[in-house]
């Protein structure tokens, strides 16, 4: 079975090349013998014609649409081969990733497929060395632990949703599927959103852990494209709880929507903090104590507590927005 891999990519091209060098180098036979395809979606402004002129066996692409997920569209399309392999461009595969999704694909049919992933020893030393970077180490580093739900042979288990930082589909199945939703215009949740639809019609989503890959975010040790990430990704949810309304029943989405009678005391009042706090001076007060107290070498419980009380405001930003964004959409519907 050949496989095209996918990687859209926008403004990262330092990362990118890494990737792009480590899957030459890791599969140079695979490439040889045209077993393998590389396809880059360009999103962003930044231009990669240096990066075609040093490997002559790219296939680089402009983003049909904005987005992630409408990246992706467009990198399958133009994919020959048969099995779809979507990882991020941050991501370094491990040398056994490609056998084991095509042996996932060979043993389940109707299958999406996911490997998992950690940080190499150098991106853990470079995190451990400010507080920001060790914050990220103790919140987000996970190798989707959470996701393990049903073991169905030695380390594959079967999932409810799956990422597409490393996510392999049968062409012919994603193009049943109809592919990635283009209303997603952030990275975020448009992955969720493709393998739970997959899901409801009869897809079996896989989670193998032993398919390990190297996360390379060494570029993303700072806070405030963090929490910009932390404001775009959560409008993906929102539109994904319009898209499946029993995810409203979520902690993250019932504690960001506005008040409402069926709301306790405390939460009323939680809400109502959010809603002071995340006003432009608040919240740049806060972002200013926190740079202070970085520069005075302030402990690590303190600091993260008040990168914990950041995050929260930019996703309730982020949630109050697509929010009423979505409301008004709907009214128009309604109205037109």
């Known amino acids: 079975m050949n496989v095209s891999i996918i990687v859209p990519t926008r403004n990262r091209n330092e990362t990118l090349e890494e990737t792009i060098a480590h899957i030459n180098h890791t599969y140079s036979t695979h490439l040889t013998e045209n077993k393998l395809e590389i396809i880059i979606v360009n999103d962003g402004e930044t231009s990669l014609d240096n990066l075609k002129q040093r490997y002559q066996n790219l296939k680089i692409l402009k983003n049909e649409r904005p987005g992630a997920g409408n990246a992706r569209n467009t990198g399958a399309k133009l994919a020959k081969n048969e099995l779809l392999l979507f990882i991020d461009d941050d991501i370094l595969i491990g040398t056994d990733c490609i056998e084991k999704h095509v042996n996932g694909h060979n043993t389940y049919t109707r299958s999406l497929i ?119 990704g959560i409008q993906g949810f929102v539109a994904l709880c319009n898209l499946f309304p ?64 950041l995050c929260g405001l930019y996703i309730y930003k982020g949630f109050r927005y697509s929010y009423k964004t979505e409301i008004a959409a709907n009214k128009n519907a309604i109205e037109n």
């Not at 959010?274 to 302030?298: D, R, W």
Request: hydrophobic share 35%.
């Open 114 to 232: 996911s490997g998992t992933w950690t940080y190499n020893d150098s991106i853990i030393d470079k995190f451990k060395s400010t507080p920001f970077g060790r914050y990220k180490l103790e919140n987000d580093y996970t190798t989707l632990k959470e996701k393990r739900e049903n073991l169905v042979v030695n380390s594959i288990y079967t999932c409810d949703s799956l990422a597409s930082f490393n996510l392999s589909v049968l062409k012919s199945d994603f193009v049943e599927l109809g592919g990635f939703d283009p209303g997603f215009p952030y990275a975020g949740c448009e992955d969720q959103e493709l393998t739970m639809r997959a899901k409801e019609k009869g897809f079996t989503l896989l989670l193998d852990i032993s398919n390990i890959n190297i996360h390379n975010e060494k570029d993303r040790v700072d806070m405030d494209k963090w929490l910009m990430r932390q404001y775009t």
């Open 246 to 309: 029993y995810r409203k029943k979520d902690a993250l989405y019932s504690e960001n929507t506005p008040i409402n009678r069926g709301d306790s005391l405390g939460m009323k009042l939680k809400k109502v903090v959010k809603f002071l706090l995340a006003m432009n001076l608040p919240l740049y007060l806060i972002k200013q104590l926190t740079a202070l107290l970085e520069s005075m070498k302030a402990s690590d419980s303190l600091l993260f507590k008040l990168y914990n009380l």
